[in-house]
C-alpha cells in the first residue's frame, strides 16, 4: 500500500507536465473549433506558456496526485492478494507462473480503475480546461461537485 502510494505520488509530480503536453496533442482537434490547436510539441508549449505560464503546465497536477496514489494503492495489494488466491485455486498450492502473474495484474487492473476512472476523467477535463473557456480555472477542487455534475449531465457513460 506505502510503495505504491508514495512511488506514484512522486512520479506523478514529475511527470504531470509530460502528461499534459500529450493531452493536449491528443484532445486538441475534438475539443475546440480551431482546426489543429497544437500540431506538435513545441505549439503545446509555446502556447501553453505564452497563455497561461508555467503555472499551465501544472494543470491536472492535483487530480493526479489524488488519483496515482490512489490507483496504485489499490492495484499493488490486490495483485499480491491474487497471485495467492488464483494459485491456490489452480494449483491448490502457491506456484506461480505466467499464468498466475497475468490473471493477478488483470484483476488488480480492473479493480483499480473502476474505482479511479471518474478521477482520471477529472484530471483530462482540468488538464483541457484552457482549450475550452480560454481561462483559467480557480486552484479550489471540488471533485466530488465535479464528478456529480458529469454525473447528471452525462450519467455513468460521462465517468
Same mark, same amino acid.
Given at each position: 500500500?506505502?510503495?505504491?502510494?508514495?512511488?506514484?505520488?512522486?512520479?506523478?509530480?514529475?511527470?504531470? *507536465?509530460?502528461?499534459?503536453? =500529450?493531452?493536449?496533442?491528443?484532445? @486538441?482537434?475534438?475539443?475546440?473549433?480551431? =482546426?489543429?490547436?497544437?500540431?506538435?510539441?513545441? #505549439?503545446?508549449? =509555446?502556447?501553453?506558456?505564452? &497563455?497561461?505560464?508555467?503555472?499551465?503546465?501544472?494543470?491536472?497536477?492535483?487530480?493526479?496526485?489524488?488519483?496515482? *496514489?490512489?490507483? $496504485?494503492?489499490?492495484?499493488? *495489494?490486490? $495483485?499480491? $492478494?491474487? &497471485?495467492?488466491? $488464483?494459485?491456490?485455486?489452480? +494449483?491448490?498450492?502457491?506456484?506461480?507462473?505466467?499464468?498466475?502473474?497475468?490473471?493477478?495484474?488483470?484483476?488488480?487492473?480492473?479493480?483499480?480503475?473502476?474505482?479511479?476512472? *471518474?478521477?482520471?476523467?477529472?484530471?483530462?477535463?482540468?488538464?483541457? #480546461?484552457?482549450?475550452?473557456?480560454?481561462?483559467? &480555472?480557480?486552484?479550489?477542487?471540488?471533485?466530488?461537485? #465535479?464528478?456529480?455534475?458529469? +454525473?447528471? @449531465?452525462?450519467?455513468? &457513460?460521462?465517468?
Amino acid at each position: 500500500f506505502m510503495s505504491g502510494f508514495l512511488g506514484s505520488f512522486a512520479s506523478i509530480i514529475v511527470c504531470s *507536465p509530460i502528461d499534459l503536453i =500529450k493531452v493536449r496533442l491528443q484532445t @486538441a482537434h475534438t475539443i475546440t473549433s480551431k =482546426k489543429n490547436l497544437y500540431s506538435n510539441i513545441y #505549439e503545446v508549449l =509555446k502556447i501553453t506558456f505564452s &497563455k497561461e505560464g508555467f503555472s499551465g503546465f501544472l494543470n491536472g497536477l492535483k487530480m493526479g496526485v489524488i488519483t496515482s *496514489p490512489i490507483f $496504485y494503492s489499490i492495484y499493488f *495489494p490486490v $495483485y499480491e $492478494y491474487s &497471485k495467492r488466491l $488464483y494459485a491456490n485455486k489452480i +494449483y491448490a498450492k502457491e506456484e506461480f507462473n505466467s499464468l498466475i502473474f497475468t490473471l493477478s495484474a488483470s484483476t488488480a487492473a480492473i479493480s483499480a480503475n473502476l474505482v479511479t476512472t *471518474p478521477l482520471w476523467v477529472l484530471r483530462v477535463r482540468h488538464q483541457t #480546461e484552457y482549450m475550452i473557456s480560454n481561462t483559467k &480555472k480557480s486552484n479550489s477542487i471540488n471533485f466530488l461537485g #465535479e464528478l456529480n455534475s458529469i +454525473y447528471k @449531465a452525462n450519467g455513468i &457513460k460521462g465517468l
